[in-house]
């Protein structure tokens, strides 16, 4: 099965579609594959399959939320995933400005073995959160409070200020839909980098333009988690930065890509990070360090087109690539697969690929195999 959110939001699709991948060649299987759920206005974005229920990133600023389903019974005719709740919610004051980390969330990833954490990357808070994951997977909350002991080590006398929940933070702690003016941190201690509507990167001291007037418009996107390392999109600074899961360390930052970074994926020992018209990759080893990372170019999307959303199907090391076409809901897409053979090189050769479903009438973002 393979899963496909959109860009969403008015006039745009507003569901997950469900591709059958049994066969020689995908079909499509259901437009609607999460029911019973109301989805008004929303913008899906990361999609991940965990604890048996399926979790859903929705994007959309009315709702900022993450809701997780529940899988099709084995043997079901149609792919249907039915509501169970809402996982994750934002705080929000009396103007609608966000009170903790949440707040436009794009991606989600659990913490391994534990399963007592949860990592979010939100574009109007631009930070990564962690929330406590609590009733049997089925809600998650943020500690009133609480931030990463890395981010409390850079002032041991205090004085700082953080969004409740921010496990990696802004370069920019003055967001025109965040409630509180956070810290700032450097790109050095790993801050995050932000760039507002208009182009230009504001530095939090700069008064000349209106706080109300801004908008951002490039801040962290994907997440990946690798040998203890959580692995982050920094948009607007073309870097892959890395983090301790242990207490957030901040660890390094790759090499400037040739474009932004957007999407991650792992496998086989692989990371594959979508940038622009460009899928790279770089080899994974244990004791990761940032300078092991050593991008190159596998994939080059059709022209006009921007590398989207990258899952594999592992029983057949088959990789499926988004390609987007234009932006939000006046833009379309295509969905490829490629074949990586019995035993994947390094790196990778993915050949010509093979059209899955073309002419999309939405942007497509994420994709996710699930072999259910």
């Not at 208009?198 to 530095?203: E, F, L, N, S």
């Not at 700069?206 to 692995?231: E, F, P, T």
């Not at 990778?348 to 699930?370: A, C, I, Q």
Request: glycine fraction near 12%; charged fraction near 10%.
């Amino acid at each position: 099965m393979l899963l496909v959110s959109f860009h969403g939001g008015s006039g745009g699709i507003e569901n997950l579609y469900a591709y059958d991948t049994s066969g020689s060649q995908p079909t499509l299987n259901s437009k609607h594959a999460l029911q019973n759920a109301s989805l008004h206005d929303a913008e899906l974005r990361g999609i991940v399959y965990a604890n048996s229920l399926l979790y859903v990133v929705n994007g959309g600023k009315s709702a900022s939320n993450i809701v997780c389903f529940t899988p099709p019974a084995e043997g079901a005719s149609k792919f249907h995933f039915d509501y169970l709740g809402e996982f994750l919610v934002p705080s929000l004051n009396g103007s609608g400005q966000f009170q903790n980390a949440i707040g436009h969330p794009y991606a989600l990833l659990f913490a391994p073995g534990s399963g007592t954490s949860c990592y979010v990357s939100n574009q109007d808070t631009n930070v990564v959160a962690q929330a406590a994951v609590v009733s049997g997977a089925k809600s998650a909350s943020i500690t009133k409070g609480w931030y990463s002991a890395y981010l409390s080590s850079l002032f041991p006398k205090g004085g700082c200020v953080f969004l409740d929940g921010t496990f990696a933070a802004s370069q920019n702690g003055d967001l025109p839909d965040a409630a509180i003016q956070a810290t700032d941190i450097p790109a050095a201690n790993g801050g995050l980098a932000v760039s507002f509507s208009g182009g230009a990167a504001v530095d939090a001291s700069d008064d000349s333009k209106s706080k109300a007037k801004l908008k951002v418009q490039n801040s962290v996107r994907d997440l990946a988690i690798w040998d203890g390392i959580l692995l982050v999109c920094d948009e607007p600074a073309r870097q892959i930065r890395l983090y301790s899961l242990t207490d957030g360390t901040y660890l390094g930052a790759s090499l400037t890509l040739a474009a932004s970074p957007t999407h991650l994926a792992i496998f086989a020992n692989g990371l594959y990070v979508s940038a622009g018209d460009q899928l790279f990759w770089s080899a994974l080893s244990t004791s990761l360090q940032p300078q092991s990372l050593c991008f190159g170019s596998l994939l080059t999307a059709p022209a006009g087109n921007k590398v989207g959303g990258v899952t594999f199907d592992a029983a057949s090391n088959t990789a499926y690539v988004a390609f987007q076409d234009g932006t939000g809901t006046t833009g379309t897409g295509t969905i490829y697969s490629y074949s990586l053979g019995a035993q994947p090189a390094a790196p990778p050769d993915f050949g010509s690929g093979t059209l899955v479903d073309s002419k999309l009438p939405d942007t497509p973002e994420f994709l996710l195999y699930l072999a259910l």
